[in-house]
């Protein structure tokens, strides 16, 4: 499974050179999902109607139990190792490991975090 975060989403959504690049490496594929939290982080952003339906285009992993329990352990487990990430981050990683998928980022915080299946822009 492949998870677009937030900053893969705006750029394939501008039309821009990486967003471009992300669609045609994701092209014919079934599996390009979101997460509940990079949903939720792009509709912040939008701007407009366009926007909101383009968010909508993609299917979205949610925050359950294995994934909060995930999030939880990788907190503990990036506190101990005196790694430094948002809250939202560490969401996103959880939800990715829960489902084994692949994140595609621009974020280069997300190569921190132990374990986590990361294809960075």
């Not at 503990?76 to 996103?92: P, R, V």
Request: net charge neutral.
């Amino acid at each position: 499974m492949n998870v677009l975060d937030t900053s893969v989403l705006i750029e394939v959504s501008k039309g821009t050179l990486i967003g471009r690049s992300v669609l045609e490496r994701m092209r014919g594929r079934k599996d390009v999902v979101t997460t509940i939290v990079s949903h939720y982080e792009f509709l912040v952003g939008a701007k407009n109607k366009r926007e909101e339906e383009f968010i909508e285009s993609y299917p979205v992993l949610p925050m359950d139990i294995p994934a909060s329990k995930e999030s939880s352990r990788l907190f503990h487990q990036c506190k101990t190792e005196g790694i430094t990430l948002n809250a939202s981050d560490l969401w996103i990683a959880g939800i990715c490991k829960a489902k084994r998928a692949t994140l595609h980022t621009l974020d280069s915080d997300f190569k921190k975090i132990p374990g986590l299946e990361v294809q960075q822009y």
